[in-house]
């Protein structure tokens, strides 16, 4: 591990969510928002929350949505002289809704706004260039320009030391063709510390059974692997064994971003040196402080949140 900072690359967008639960966007309904998102965006707030060193590399708007962004990422200690500013694109945006069924429906403005731009310009380079750690996420690998700029960074940021983080957030379509499996793959075999959740295990081996999933990341080279289990907590694997922590109990309001919360708890309280067992009750407070408010940003954590969550909070027996 070298020092510097921790730093991501994907899409910044504002969320917008319906009030009640029903059958998506059909009809006026009442709305909340914009809350500001984007599963990278989650992430580094909530490492800057935490008090490290913190950097993404994004696009948004020349637009309200894009400066609500920016300002909270500015206010809870994010580098944001990598995200570009382009006039007349807008910022990107999620609309959802739950149905009945607890399944949720979307409408996204993505590929057409400020996101569909990001691109390696000569700020996204300093900052790549002196990171100490790059948190990659899944879902943005599909974009041509995000994979470049994952490919070119992780050579250079590996021989210097650095390390690297890697939440798939994948649907299982985007592993079915080869050049999608393979960025997958070379990225996995550099990885320190994987993040999965539920069925994402099991995408990256033939594997359906857990224990022999996580001996293959092992064997691939994976150092750690962190799997989120919702409610239940998660489990720590690496060379020498398993640690499981329960999650705490609270009342669910909205799951959005407690993975994204979780990932950079962990990898922070590591950097400082804490153990797996502290660090992993670290960012289950964490991801389950996040899911009991609204909005998937506004429950981020600093530490002190953190041990005053902790001390008040029980853990699922
Ligand atoms: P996301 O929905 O953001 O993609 P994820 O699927 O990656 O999240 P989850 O397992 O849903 O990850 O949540 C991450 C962590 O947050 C869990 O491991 C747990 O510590 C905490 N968490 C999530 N939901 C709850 C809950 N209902 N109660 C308590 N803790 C929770
Ligand atoms: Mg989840």
Redesign the pocket.
């Known amino acids: 591990m070298i020092e510097g900072k921790i730093v991501t690359i994907g899409e910044i967008l504002v969320e917008i969510m319906a009030t009640t639960a029903g059958n998506g966007f059909l009809e006026p309904q009442p709305l909340i928002g914009p809350f500001p998102s984007g599963a990278p965006a989650i992430f580094i707030d909530q490492v800057g929350k935490l008090g490290h060193p913190a950097g993404i590399v994004a696009a948004v708007g020349d637009d309200d949505f894009g400066t609500l962004n920016l300002e909270r990422l500015k206010q809870d200690g994010v580098d944001v002289s990598a995200v570009a500013i382009h006039p007349g694109a807008a910022t990107g945006s999620a609309f959802v809704r739950y149905r009945p069924d607890g399944g949720r429906a979307f409408v996204y403005n993505m590929r057409d706004s400020a996101v569909g731009r990001i691109a390696a310009t000569p700020e996204a380079g300093t900052l790549l260039a002196a990171a100490g750690h790059l948190h990659v996420m899944g879902s943005g690998l599909p974009v041509p320009a995000i994979a470049g700029m994952v490919r070119s960074t992780l050579p250079a940021l590996k021989a210097r030391g650095g390390t690297v983080s890697f939440d798939p ?1 994948i649907r299982r379509e985007m592993m079915r063709d080869e050049s999608g499996r393979a960025i997958f793959h070379s990225v996995l075999s550099v990885t320190d510390l994987f993040l999965p ?2 069925e994402e295990l099991s995408l990256f081996s033939d594997e359906i059974d857990e224990a022999k999933a996580i001996a293959a990341l092992l064997d691939a080279g994976v150092k750690e692997i962190v799997l ?4 239940a ?2 489990s720590h694997f690496d060379r020498n064994g398993r640690t499981d922590m329960p ?2 109990v ?1 009342a ?1 309001v909205d ?6 919360c ?1 990932g950079a708890t962990f990898l922070v309280a590591r950097r400082l040196g804490k153990s797996v067992l502290e660090a992993l009750r670290y ?2 407070a964490a ?2 402080r996040t ?1 009991t408010v609204q909005g998937p940003m506004e429950g981020s954590s600093s530490f002190a949140d953190l041990d005053r969550f902790i001390a008040q909070t029980s853990v699922r027996t």
């Open positions: 957030n959740s539920g989120k289990r919702g409610e907590g998660a999650g705490f609270v669910e799951p959005t971003g407690a993975g994204d979780f960012a289950n991801g389950a899911v």
